[in-house]
């Protein structure tokens, strides 16, 4: 079976462009996570959905936005970007809400510049 | 909202050495999880363990949750076991937090 999948791999654009990041979660999962990890420290919450509905937000600004489509997949949307959103993009599926285990996709490297 | 202290922060072993991670909480918690992360970022998960011992080759861990923390044991270390390693808590959500990691090199 496939893992978590994410796209794309890499990514570099400049301050004030938005970007959209994707995520596939594992078959049959109905959770989907998302996290920032910036050099040097550990992943930081930003949401999660379950079932199509926001479930949870970070202390992120509101640039940062995200949906879960019908087939789970979701995308995380973060406009007017700032050389400070620079980092690593962590996609997290679970089976459902919480308490449950999360495997995490790849990640996709963003570069603001 | 919780706090997670892991120690050391950076660990160096020889080939062939155990080691004991730990992962230290401020408060009750209903998932924990052991993640290894390899130089291309990807977070290998080891083990998920709110509670008990579960062993997995040569990595086993331990969570004592009454008394908020956990201990993850490396034993015979390889070279490919470097990386860092992040110990991530969460209650009732799906929220996980996540520790600081230690970062562990494996000498040959």
């Known amino acids: 079976d496939a893992g978590v999948t994410q796209s794309p791999t890499h990514l570099i654009k400049t301050r004030g462009q938005h970007v959209t990041l994707r995520c596939s979660p594992i078959s049959g999962h109905k959770s989907v996570s998302w996290y920032q990890q910036v050099l040097g420290q550990g992943p930081q919450f930003i949401f999660q959905?379950?079932?199509?509905?926001?479930?949870g937000r970070g202390n992120f600004p509101d640039r940062f936005s995200a949906r879960q489509f019908p087939n789970y997949s979701s995308e995380l949307n973060v406009n007017a970007l700032l050389l400070g959103d620079s980092a690593l993009y962590l996609c997290?599926?679970?089976?459902?809400?919480?308490?449950?285990?999360?495997?995490f996709g790849p990640g996709t490297r963003l570069t603001v510049t | 909202g919780i706090q997670v202290e892991q120690s050391p922060p950076d660990l160096i072993l020889q080939e062939g050495a155990n080691s004991t991670l730990r992962c230290n909480f401020s408060?009750?918690?209903?998932?924990l999880q052991w993640f290894h992360q390899n130089p291309w970022g990807q977070l290998i998960n080891l083990f998920y363990?709110?509670?008990g011992t579960k062993q997995n080759g040569r990595l086993s861990a331990t969570t004592v949750a009454t008394e908020r923390y956990s201990l993850l044991y490396i034993s015979s270390s390889q070279t490919t076991d470097s990386g860092v390693y992040f110990c991530a808590v969460g209650r009732n959500t799906g929220k996980l937090i996540f520790g600081q990691g230690t970062t562990l090199q494996v000498k040959p």
């Open positions: 408060d009750s918690v209903n998932n």
């Open positions: 363990i709110p509670s």
């Open positions: 997290a599926s679970s089976l459902a809400g919480s308490s449950y285990e999360q495997y």
């Open positions: 959905y379950y079932e199509k509905e926001e479930r």
